[in-house]
């Protein structure tokens, strides 16, 4: 049983020891005769304030902000008051004055956060996507560091002018660019979305910003441009492996990160009595089952006892992603092809020339592709003109009789 307690705050100045004629205003909280002092860091002439009324006098834009001030402080601290009754607290003037500064156990920080999603989404998210989000956070830090001299803040002290003011540093670093600069608030907004389901804070401060994406050309190769890097004749041994698993992509469909995963076991006779590739995607963990194309089992053929392969165990010797980027960059080079060339090309090349344009229906491309819902791949489906004229054509003969 709770007994009476005696609640009161008042509000004070005490001088500058260095310009006695002005005051710094303290908020005092007292309960049951203890007393416990708050700094509200605002400084004020001292001939201007009156202690009966605990205010400032006078009607200068000053006295008002102090004024203002002062109210708003009085609020919080009641609000504050209520509260702990409600969790049922023992109250203390510490108690009330840590909880009004942020100090109490009750109030999570950012780096809090930080580290929770890290330990608890570590064995969930993939290398990169926690690569990504290592980034982000370094970022958050930074911004911390730059715009509010600080190494951490609650996560309370974390609104929109915060947000607002996050995508603003991120726009003067310099090599970002407008999708880079989405990418790193659309996690942090999920980091701020996840404080918000532990009930770490009660509204969330980003939930009104919204992404802004610029969309971007889809680099995928032609029939004649893939025809030509699959025939060119490349001395550099190195070139030529590189450009043959960049083909092998682009008659299965498969990520760098899928073709990197992929072992001899995950070859096997499907329904058709064919080869065909068992695997799941790296990034959504999705099932995906590939018929095996003539020009990707060739390849498979080609490189089944290289010494890179039968260290690793795996399907294909490939090099890091960065390397065979490079790589393919010479490739391009070379066969004088001048788009931009990457491993993510040939899973354009697979999706747009080698399955739509010859009429593979899109539900199918979409489950070679593994993607999870249709709309994903109907970004394929708008660049196809040869495959809408040929559509069209057959459309003429048919209104013709």
């Keep these: 049983m709770r007994t009476n307690q005696t609640f009161a705050i008042s509000f004070f100045i005490r001088k500058k020891k260095n310009q006695p004629e ?86 999570k920080t950012l780096c809090q956060l930080l580290d929770y999603q890290r330990i608890k989404m570590n064995k969930v998210l993939k290398y990169g996507t926690l690569k990504n989000y290592t980034t982000t956070e370094t970022y958050l830090l930074d ?94 041994p190195t070139l030529r492996l590189n450009r043959d698993i960049f083909i092998f992509a682009c008659y299965t469909g498969l990520a760098y990160a899928d073709v990197k995963s992929l072992h001899k076991n995950n070859l096997q006779i499907g329904i058709d009595g064919r080869k065909w590739i068992y695997t799941r995607r790296s990034k959504t963990n999705t099932p995906v089952r590939i018929p095996l194309l003539k020009p990707a089992e060739e390849i498979i053929n080609r490189y089944q006892d290289h010494p890179k392969a039968e260290t690793r165990n795996s399907l294909l010797p490939i090099y890091s992603n960065q390397k065979t980027n490079q790589y393919l960059k010479e490739v391009a080079k070379k066969v004088k092809i001048r788009k931009k060339l990457s491993f993510h090309t040939a899973r354009h090349t697979f999706a747009t020339t080698v399955t739509l344009a010859n009429g593979v229906p899109i539900e199918t491309v979409s489950k070679l592709l593994g993607h999870t819902k249709l709309s994903t791949t109907q970004i394929y489906a708008r660049v196809i003109d040869s495959k809408i004229s040929r559509d069209i054509d057959n459309l003429r003969l048919k209104l013709s009789g």
């Design 143 to 236: 911004y911390l560091k730059v715009q509010y001299r600080t190494s951490d803040t609650y996560l309370k002290h974390i609104d929109y002018e915060f947000t607002l003011g996050f995508e603003s540093y991120l726009n003067n670093l310099e090599g970002l660019h407008n999708n880079g600069l989405m990418k790193h608030m659309e996690r942090f907004k999920k980091l701020m979305r996840l404080a918000e389901h532990l009930d770490w804070i009660e509204k969330n401060p980003t939930r009104r910003f919204k992404l802004r994406f610029d969309s971007v050309d889809m680099v995928y190769l032609s029939k004649t441009e893939l025809e030509k890097i699959k025939e060119h004749e490349l001395e550099n």
């Design 22 to 107: 002005l005051g710094i205003l303290y908020a005092r909280i007292t309960i049951n005769g203890k007393k416990q002092e708050i700094s509200l860091k605002r400084t004020l002439p001292v001939d201007r304030w009156n202690q009966t009324s605990c205010r400032m006098i006078g009607n200068s834009s000053e006295s008002f902000q102090i004024n203002k001030k002062i109210n708003e402080t009085r609020s919080q601290l009641f609000k504050i008051h209520d509260a702990l009754l409600k969790e049922d607290k023992v109250l203390t003037v510490d108690l009330i004055k840590s909880r009004y500064l942020g100090t109490d156990q009750q109030h």
